[in-house]
Structures are given as C-alpha cells and as structure tokens.
C-alpha cells in the first residue's frame, strides 16, 4: 500500500487551505509577517509536493510597515469556480489588546501562477475568513468575529455574509450561523456541500496544544447547523505523547475517485518542554464520508498519524530543484531565489541587490533587528531539527552601530545573530541573542578579526545551537557557547501572537543611517543527517 509521510509541507506552513483544479492539487498557507504573502504548493498524488510561489508579490498588494509579530498574513482561503481562481486572506495589523485591527481581502487570477489582482477589501470583523461557491451560482463568505466587550468571549461565532463577484464585495444581510462547540475559541470556517447538506468545518480550542477540527451540518446555509456527534472528528489534545501536536485548522478536498482527504496544521514539539522549533507545520489525513454520513477519519479515532493511505492515483514525483530542496545559492543569478523571504516588506534593488556586485549579494544597512519596519534581512525556513547553515561575509564598518552576519530568527524578541562589527578596539565578530525581548550579548564570543572575508556558520542539533567562524575557507572555529534553539518557538514566550517557524538568514544594519554594505559570496543550507 503506497503511503503518504506526514508532515507533507515540513517547516512553517501553516493553516493549510487546499483546493483540486482537474488533476492538480493546490495549498495555499499563511506566510504573517514574512514577504511575499500566501505560499504555495503543488501536487498530483498528495504525495509529493513542491513550492510553485506566492499570491501577494507586490507591496500595492500587501503592506505590513509596522505591523505586529505574528500579524500580517493568517489563514488564507484558496478556492476555484468556473476558470477563476479566488484567494480571500487576512491583513492582521495588531491584536488581542483588547482590539484587533485585521481587515480582510480578496484577489483572483485565471492562472495560479498570476499574474493575482490587486485586493478588493472585504470587511475587518474578525478574521480567518473563507470563500464558498454553492451549486446555485451564489457565493458565500464566512469569518469568526472578534468581541472585545469586557466580560465577553472573544471568539463570538462565525457570520455569514454574501459576496458579489460582479461588485467585488460583500452584500446583504449578515447572519451569526455557529456559535461553536464546547472546546471554544471557534475560528477558521470553511463551508462545503455535500449530500444536500452545508457541512461548516472550523478550528477549535486555539492553535497550542488543545487545537481541534470541529464540523457542524445543516440544511440552509445559514444554519442552524447541528454538531458532529463524534465532535471533535481530528485532535492531539487528549495525547500528549503523539508524535504530531496541535492538530487543527483543516480544509478538505475529494480526488478524481472520490476519495477524501484532509490537510491540517500540526507541530512536532521537541521535549520535554514541547517546543515547535519548525513551527506550525502542514499534514494530511484521508476521510470516510459515506454518502448522507458524517466525516470521519479512515484510521478510526480521531488522532493524527505519521503515515497515511496514499490516494488511487499514479503517483508523479517532481524534480528536485531550487524551489523545493535544500541548496547552495551562489548568488549567481540575476534574480533572488523565491525561497528568500524578507519581513514585511519586499525586497528591492534599493536594499538588496544581485547587480552592484555581480556574483554576490549586497545588502544595504538598515534598521535593527527590533524593527517592525524596515530590516535589511533575507532568511529561508529551516525544515529540518537538524540543519546547518553557512555564508561568507565581506563587510567594512568603522561603527559599532554598523552590524552584519548571519541570524537564526524567530521574531523581533526571539533571534541569535552572529555577527561583524567595529569596537573601539578594532574590527570584531560578536554573538547576540535577544530572548523574550531582552537582548544580551556573549562576551566570551567577541573574536577581532582583520581579513578581508569572514566565514560564519551554524549549526542547529535539536534545540542545541553552535555557532563557528573561519577566517579561511573550511577551517572552522567554534564561537561563543552552544546557545538555545528553543527560543525560537511559538511555545517559548508567554505574549500572545506566536504563530510562525524558525527561520535562518543573512542580514545587515546600520542604525547610524548611512546604510552601509555588506556583500555575501553564497548562502548554504544543508540537513543534517
């Protein structure tokens, strides 16, 4: 029996929307703060998968100057009717204080590759919000809606609304149609329709470890809609020993044959503490849905597991290439590598440029590492619990508010940076880590150097993180203590908004504002075997 091997989109990629065009199979996941916005995967036979790109590659599309950690870009819906392919998404701005500023849209293409329209703005009354098509021609819209009443739960029920494709917006009355399950914090509505009832698929008991898939049934789209007597149909919540936690947020897809299959957002936490390095990371179950029946998953129970039954189909591989792999970028190219994502901004020839230096990278400094604004910052997620990355770095400051090296990165509070600067004592190498906002330096890790290129490296085990240096190529010295990899976690600090993965980069600042330079021969990142 051919097998599917969980997680199928490793590293972080979250809230996975899924949708079928003919023989191909799309998911779309959250991207928040990172640019470009609403990643994308490819798949013929739910086995293998590979990145094909992004939906918002335009700042006209998507701006998030200032925006919150763990704001931005949440829970995108992808869907598909007759030729036109519709993204609706959430722009989170800030949250949970006691208001949130999310406002949501939608964009479409006739192809998957784009070009994606410019965002039609929809509404802001909560967030996660979902596109259905009914056999009737009719489109529907669904989205949790945030209570910020004193007193009140936050989490006040999903409302449906119309949406007008001829208008580009919602129209009609709005109508409060679940109010949830017993687990709470109700979010992430899909609708589907089946057997002529609307069945209404959510996420429950929030993303952390008491995460859960809840579905609910009715026969008007507008309720009342019933729940699933076997609710919730997929958690972890009741077993803290699997090996796939916060199991939630899902969307479901029917194959060519009719079989079915559910993508959702897990975490593989490493113990005892229950850290997800790799972040919220996407899997797949397949389902039993007997006609007139209720959902269920084909394992019985409703617990995720490592391997599931593949679907009939011939299975179709891709080539390994630069979009879906681990990979030396020699920065050779005249376009930057689509895995590179910046923070919240996109990149541009202004601050980050393959010309000005043909066969290297340069990068101009900018603000620090605690900026939500404008960071002079590339980074690719890690994958794998063992990773290790290197770069080579020719940078000249003559301040010590001129910094540039390499980062492994949660968020502005949560990052260790091994990095080049000047001290009064001369030009020195120097390791930083910010931990719960509070940033320390190393003092056992400042080394002074006088070369021209410097080479740093590092080296992720689990949560044990070693950082090395060389001054010629391959001749590694280790720098500063082995530091914690855990930091960089949802489940490491206690504010809320932790929502993405580990990321690892090469960065540059200069806070005196002359934005000086730094150039980087290549980038590598490898998995650890």
């Known amino acids: 029996m051919k097998t599917i091997k969980n997680p199928i989109l490793p590293g972080f990629h979250p809230d996975p929307s899924i949708c079928r065009v003919g023989d191909d199979y799309y998911i779309a996941t959250s991207t928040f703060e990172w640019f470009p916005g609403v990643r994308l995967h490819h798949s013929r036979d739910l086995i293998n998968w590979r990145f094909i790109g992004y939906i918002l590659t335009r700042e006209s599309q998507l701006n998030m100057i200032g925006n919150v950690d763990g704001g931005g870009v949440w829970a995108p819906c992808l869907t598909y009717d007759n030729g036109t392919f519709y993204c609706i998404f959430s722009d989170a701005k800030d949250f949970c204080n006691p208001y949130d500023n999310i406002h949501n849209y939608v964009v479409t293409a006739s192809d998957i590759n784009g070009p994606w329209s410019e965002p039609s703005y929809l509404n802001s009354s909560g967030f996660d919000p979902s596109l259905f098509h009914d056999d009737d021609g009719k489109k529907w819209y669904v989205n949790m809606v945030w209570d910020h009443r004193t007193g009140k739960h936050p989490f006040y029920g999903i409302d449906l609304q119309e949406y007008s494709e001829e208008e580009r917006k919602l129209v009609g009355p709005i109508k409060n149609i679940f109010k949830g399950s017993v687990l709470q914090l109700t979010e992430a509505p899909h609708l589907y329709k089946k057997d002529g009832f609307y069945y209404l698929v959510t996420a429950e008991g929030g993303t952390g470890n008491n995460h859960a898939v809840t579905v609910a049934r009715s026969k008007n789209v507008d309720g009342p809609y019933e729940i699933h007597p076997?609710?919730?149909?997929?958690?972890?919540?009741?077993?803290p020993t699997l090996p796939l936690q916060r199991a939630g947020h899902a969307s479901i897809v029917q194959t060519q044959d009719g079989e079915w299959y559910m993508p959702y957002l897990c975490g593989r936490p490493i113990m005892p503490e229950g850290r997800c390095i790799l972040g919220r990371e996407t899997s797949i179950q397949k389902l039993v849905w007997e006609k007139g029946k209720w959902p269920k998953l084909t394992t019985g129970g409703n617990t995720p597991t490592l391997e599931v039954e593949a679907p009939n189909l011939s299975e179709q591989p891709f080539e390994v290439n630069s979009k879906n792999s681990y990979k030396k970028d020699d920065f050779d190219s005249d376009t930057l590598d689509p895995e590179f994502n910046s923070l919240r901004v996109p990149v541009d020839a202004s601050w980050c440029s393959l010309s000005d230096r043909p066969g290297h990278l340069?990068?101009?400094?900018?603000?620090?590492?605690?900026?939500?604004?404008?960071?002079?910052?590339?980074?690719?997620?890690?994958?794998?619990?063992?990773?290790?990355?290197?770069?080579?770095?020719?940078?000249?400051?003559?301040?010590?508010q001129q910094m540039a090296g390499l980062v492994f990165y949660y968020d502005t509070r949560n990052h260790h940076y091994l990095y080049l600067t000047q001290s009064e004592k001369g030009r020195c190498l120097n390791l930083m880590t910010c931990d719960s906002g509070n940033r320390h330096e190393h003092p056992e890790a400042e080394i002074y150097v006088d070369v021209d290129k410097v080479y740093l490296k590092g080296e992720m085990n689990s949560r044990e993180l070693q950082f090395y240096y060389a001054t010629e190529q391959d001749k590694w010295k280790p720098i500063g203590r082995m530091v914690d990899a855990s930091i960089l976690s949802d489940e490491y600090d206690t504010i809320i908004g932790k929502f993405t993965g580990a990321f690892a980069g090469i960065c540059v600042q200069d806070i005196s504002g002359r934005r000086l330079a730094a150039d980087f021969d290549w980038f590598n990142i490898e998995e650890l075997k």
């Open 362 to 400: 340069r990068l101009y400094g900018r603000e620090s590492l605690h900026s939500r604004h404008r960071q002079s910052l590339i980074a690719r997620r890690i994958i794998s619990l063992k990773t290790v990355v290197s770069t080579v770095l020719e940078f000249k400051p003559d301040s010590f």
């Open 230 to 239: 076997e609710n919730p149909i997929l958690t972890s919540r009741y077993d």
